[in-house]
């Protein structure tokens, strides 16, 4: 037996904490699941009590809207008054998200127990607060304007998320196109295309070449169509573990930029998110190098990303931004022209928030027009695939008609 403490939620939404002996982890996390908890972390001890290996839920996730809220009522709650203990108390007690629930109380425990700054704090949480996150905020304890940069930030946030949220609702209606399409394939092929296979043989005359084809198939799958299911399955996980490696990433970032129409819409996106990040940044007092690297980091295009140690390396040797971001081949030239006019006229931040609201007007237009191709090519495509079906099963009804004839 071995001894776990262990961090839970009650169905009320209460912390609860406590330690329990058990054979093994998956063990420990059973019995507290039939206590009716939910467990956030379960720490293995050792002897003397220390901790050894810990499991953490991941209870949902915090969207990006939500920490927008909560850096503007953290600002609100701040400018009033209040400490940030205190201030992350009342968020905490009004959140409706566990995961950051969980999160804001462990960054209390945190700050109460070990003192620190609110950043280092919310370096123990990098899934939920990200480099640049922690960076504003240290940036502002630094600064001595908290408040100002937790605006900027509730900003920042709130457009990325209203950018990420236009891109995701523009592409719903083809993705359920795409769906209806491949599930209305799979159930004519599995379920309904084998039962011609009768009345075909009993035509007594050979088939066309088609419809044998479409009756091998048709009846593998009718079979076999949960092999094929699994077989669908299994390729999709080894495709998202190729995608974890970092070598296999990178091939397809940069692959995904050459792409026609949706190249250019990738690139504009991280043109974007880069402008918008570095401009908060710097807005906010931090360094530019120092804003280089944590806006490299918030990149999600590894293709993109991989030019920001050369921006880095460049600026800290003296050469100009522009320069530095011409050089990799990669960014328009408006965005090269621009940043040069901001770094001459000292108002970099401001031009890097023009170019942010520019790239974003530019990526919601590119979305459209994706989305006016992508759906009649869809259409085009799932009716090309059902009118071969469909042909493949008359041809031996309109041979017997002419041999009739």
């Known amino acids: 037996?071995?001894?776990?403490?262990?961090?839970?939620?009650?169905?009320?939404?209460?912390?609860?904490?406590?330690?329990?002996?058990?054979?093994?982890?998956?063990?420990?996390?059973?019995?507290?699941?039939?206590?009716?908890?939910?467990?956030?972390?379960?720490?293995?001890?050792?002897?003397?009590?220390?901790?050894?290996?810990?499991?953490?839920?991941?209870?949902?996730?915090?969207?990006?809207?939500?920490?927008?809220?909560?850096?503007?009522?953290?600002?609100?709650?701040?400018?009033?008054?209040?400490?940030?203990?205190?201030?992350?108390?009342?968020?905490?007690?009004?959140?409706?998200?566990?995961?950051?629930?969980?999160?804001?109380?462990?960054?209390?425990?945190?700050?109460?127990?070990?003192?620190?700054?609110?950043?280092?704090?919310?370096?123990?949480?990098?899934?939920?607060?990200?480099?640049?996150?922690?960076?504003?905020?240290?940036?502002?304890?630094?600064?001595?304007?908290?408040?100002?940069?937790?605006?900027?930030?509730?900003?920042?946030?709130?457009?990325?998320?209203?950018?990420?949220?236009?891109?995701?609702?523009?592409?719903?209606?083809?993705?359920?196109?795409?769906?209806?399409?491949?599930?209305?394939?799979?159930?004519?092929?599995?379920?309904?295309?084998?039962?011609?296979?009768?009345?075909?043989?009993?035509?007594?005359?050979?088939?066309?070449?088609?419809?044998?084809?479409?009756?091998?198939?048709?009846?593998?799958?009718?079979?076999?169509?949960?092999?094929?299911?699994?077989?669908?399955?299994?390729?999709?996980?080894?495709?998202?573990?190729l995608l974890r490696r970092p070598a296999v990433r990178l091939r397809a970032d940069r692959a995904a930029l050459r792409l026609p129409v949706f190249g250019q819409l990738l690139l504009k996106m991280e043109i974007a998110r880069i402008c918008r990040t570095l401009g908060t940044l710097l807005e906010s007092g931090v360094g530019i190098l120092e804003s280089l690297r944590v806006t490299g980091q918030a990149v999600g295009n590894k293709a993109v990303a991989l030019t920001f140690p050369d921006l880095v390396r460049a600026v800290a040797s003296g050469e100009p931004l522009a320069v530095a971001v011409e050089k990799p081949g990669l960014y328009p030239p408006m965005l090269i022209n621009l940043i040069r006019t901001g770094e001459e006229t000292g108002e970099l931040p401001a031009m890097l928030a023009e170019l942010a609201d520019l790239y974003e007007d530019e990526t919601e237009r590119a979305v459209g027009g994706a989305v006016k191709l992508v759906e009649p090519l869809l259409i085009v495509i799932i009716g090309s695939v059902v009118a071969g079906i469909v042909a493949a099963i008359m041809l031996p009804v309109f041979e017997i008609n002419t041999m009739v004839q």
């Open 1 to 241: 037996m071995q001894a776990f403490s262990y961090t839970a939620i009650t169905d009320t939404g209460q912390r609860t904490r406590g330690t329990l002996r058990s054979q093994d982890r998956r063990d420990a996390l059973a019995q507290l699941v039939s206590r009716g908890l939910h467990p956030v972390t379960v720490e293995a001890t050792s002897a003397d009590g220390a901790e050894a290996t810990s499991w953490r839920s991941p209870l949902g996730r915090v969207k990006t809207a939500e920490l927008a809220v909560f850096a503007r009522q953290l600002a609100a709650l701040l400018k009033a008054g209040l400490t940030v203990v205190a201030a992350l108390a009342t968020l905490r007690s009004q959140c409706s998200n566990k995961r950051l629930q969980a999160v804001l109380e462990d960054i209390e425990d945190t700050l109460g127990q070990e003192g620190g700054t609110l950043a280092d704090a919310m370096g123990k949480h990098p899934k939920v607060f990200n480099a640049v996150f922690q960076g504003l905020i240290r940036a502002g304890e630094e600064g001595g304007n908290l408040v100002e940069v937790l605006q900027n930030l509730a900003e920042h946030l709130g457009k990325s998320a209203k950018l990420k949220g236009q891109v995701v609702a523009a592409f719903i209606y083809p993705s359920f196109i795409l769906f209806l399409g491949i599930a209305a394939v799979f159930i004519l092929m599995t379920f309904v295309i084998p039962r011609f296979k009768e009345l075909f043989l009993s035509f007594g005359q050979a088939l066309p070449w088609p419809t044998q084809m479409l009756l091998a198939v048709s009846g593998f799958m009718g079979t076999w169509w949960w092999l094929v299911l699994a077989g669908i399955g299994v390729v999709v996980l080894l495709l998202v573990s």
